[in-house]
T-cell receptor
Framework: GNSVTQMEGPVTLSEEAFLTINCTYT??????LFWYVQYPGEGLQLLLK?????DKGSNKGFEATYRKETTSFHLEKGSVQVSDSAVYFC???????????FGRGTSLIVHP | NAGVTQTPKFQVLKTGQSMTLQCAQD?????MYWYRQDPGMGLRLIYY???????DKGEVPNGYNVSRLNKREFSLRLESAAPSQTSVYFC?????????????FGPGTRLTVT
């Protein structure tokens, strides 16, 4: 079956530091890949997505590239802000399935 | 557009009481989902509805029932609440049919069962 593995958190950074959150997946076929963000007390919201190999999703300074050869979709940001403190979820959806697969989430804490 | 709305936002129940969590979406999405989120467990799918008129069990359906009332609304019922059902419940919807479509989440219902 499908699975998503994310690095465990929390990840603690100082403001303006470089961020990487690793995500690898196992899936049949050619899934679409997603990063969601959850701010405290809120529901998840889509941050970015990529639907085919070598696609790069980007939004709000965050980027992730769909790497089929390494089955990875790592999230990066060049300079984090305090307001980026949240939980980040990697997810995939395979064609033919109505059910997405989510990783466990990685908590990011950014200090001023 | 309100997106996905959930009621109530907070609820406290005693063991054995029943309640229904309401969810509605105004994006004309076909698929709707109920998840629970517990510390250290990530998101777990309770039930989903791929399209109006269908519902299916997810990973943790025991103790819950659902109703897809129409295309907009998908409710989750706890018939006899237990402390193990203390959690944050999220409703989500998705418009793209089988795969390839992101999910839109509601703000959540924080349920405590004493």
């Amino acid at each position: 079956g499908n699975s998503v593995t994310q690095m465990e958190g929390p990840v603690t950074l100082s403001e303006e530091a470089f961020l990487t959150i690793n995500c690898t997946y196992t899936a049949t076929g050619y899934p679409s890949l997603f990063w969601y963000v959850q701010y405290p007390g809120e529901g998840l919201q889509l941050l970015l997505k990529a639907t085919k190999a070598d696609d790069k999703g980007s939004n709000k300074g965050f980027e992730a590239t769909y790497r089929k050869e390494t089955t990875s979709f790592h999230l990066e940001k060049g300079s984090v802000q305090v307001s980026d403190s949240a939980v980040y979820f990697c997810a995939l959806e395979s064609g033919g399935s109505y059910i997405p697969t989510f990783g466990r989430g990685t908590s990011l804490i950014v200090h001023p | 557009n309100a997106g996905v709305t959930q009621t109530p936002k907070f609820q406290v129940l005693k063991t054995g009481q029943s309640m229904t969590l309401q969810c509605a979406q105004d994006m004309n999405h076909n698929s709707m989902y109920w998840y629970r989120q517990d510390p250290g467990m990530g998101l777990r799918l309770i039930y989903y509805s791929a399209s109006e008129g269908t519902t299916d069990k997810g990973e943790v359906p025991n103790g819950y029932n659902v109703s897809r009332l129409n295309k907009r609304e998908f409710s989750l019922r706890l018939e006899s609440a237990a402390p193990s059902q203390t959690s944050v419940y999220f409703c989500a919807s998705s418009g793209g049919g089988q795969g390839f479509s992101e999910q839109y989440f509601g703000p959540g219902t924080r349920l405590t069962v004493t």
